[in-house]
């Protein structure tokens, strides 16, 4: 089987990593999400996360030479033979090329880019009662996905807060950032013919589903 190589594109708050968490399960590829990497690093208070906290808590990008590097290692690692699944890289157009670079020079290509369209109304809602566990990682939200109990994870009680740059105006700012700076991927990979939609409104089953089925046909298309 031909490896598959996705990358999750769309705002904060679209539900990547609701949906890689899926595929991960679905597939069994390793689920390479920046965000997630990033605040390990910045609580590990790790060289790469003291570079990036004040940028992520600002909402704004951390610069390509940050990251770039850090992320085209991780694809190359040995989990990551059979394919991946990108969630929050590429954010940029440099970005997109480093990466396009690399897996050229590795003999290897994309599989396709699903874009999980969102409008900015639907993620403020959803950012600003987002709350996670620190210890578990499980994501919960106030109204639409509420934890048994007020405050504290169904997995082992340990407390949900909310993330640092899931304030309001910090979502905002991010907003500001991806309408800026990462939706010109949505015409590149277009252009690439890798673009597939995926209404970031409906239910997370039905984003899944859609998913699946949008995968079903690369695949088809890719052995033609
Ligand atoms: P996320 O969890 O994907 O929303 O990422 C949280 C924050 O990490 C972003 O607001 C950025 O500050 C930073 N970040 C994540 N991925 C990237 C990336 N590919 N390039 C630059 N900064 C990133």
């Known amino acids: 089987m031909a490896e598959l190589n996705l990358i999750l594109l769309g705002p904060p708050g679209a539900g990547k990593g609701t949906q890689a968490t899926n595929l991960t399960a679905d597939f069994g590829l390793p689920h390479i999400a920046t965000g997630d990497i990033l605040r390990a690093a910045v609580a590990g208070e790790t060289d790469l996360g003291k570079e990036a906290k004040r940028f992520m808590d600002a909402g704004d990008l951390v610069p390509d030479s940050v990251i770039t590097g850090v992320i085209l290692e991780r694809v190359a690692e040995d989990d990551a033979r059979d394919g991946f699944v990108l969630d929050g890289f590429p954010r940029t157009v440099d970005q997109a090329d480093s990466l396009g670079k690399e897996l050229e020079a590795r003999e290897r290509r994309l599989t ?10 639907v ?4 950012i600003s009662g987002r709350r996670v566990s620190r210890k578990t990682g499980r994501i919960y939200h106030v109204d639409f996905d509420p934890p048994t109990h007020e405050g504290r994870c169904d997995v082992d009680g340990s407390e949900l807060i909310q993330r640092d740059d899931d304030r309001e105006e910090t979502v905002r700012k991010r907003l ?3 309408h800026e700076q990462t939706e010109p991927l949505i015409a590149y990979y277009e252009d690439l013919g890798l673009l597939r939609r995926i209404d970031g409104t409906r239910s997370p089953s039905e984003v899944h589903a859609h998913i699946r089925a949008t995968i079903a046909t690369l695949r088809l298309e890719d052995e033609l």
Do not use: H, Q
Request: negative net charge; glycine residues 6%.
């Open 112 to 121: 396709g880019v699903l874009l999980i369209d969102t409008p900015d109304d």
């Open 123 to 126: 993620v403020i809602k959803r």
């Open 176 to 178: 500001v950032v991806y």
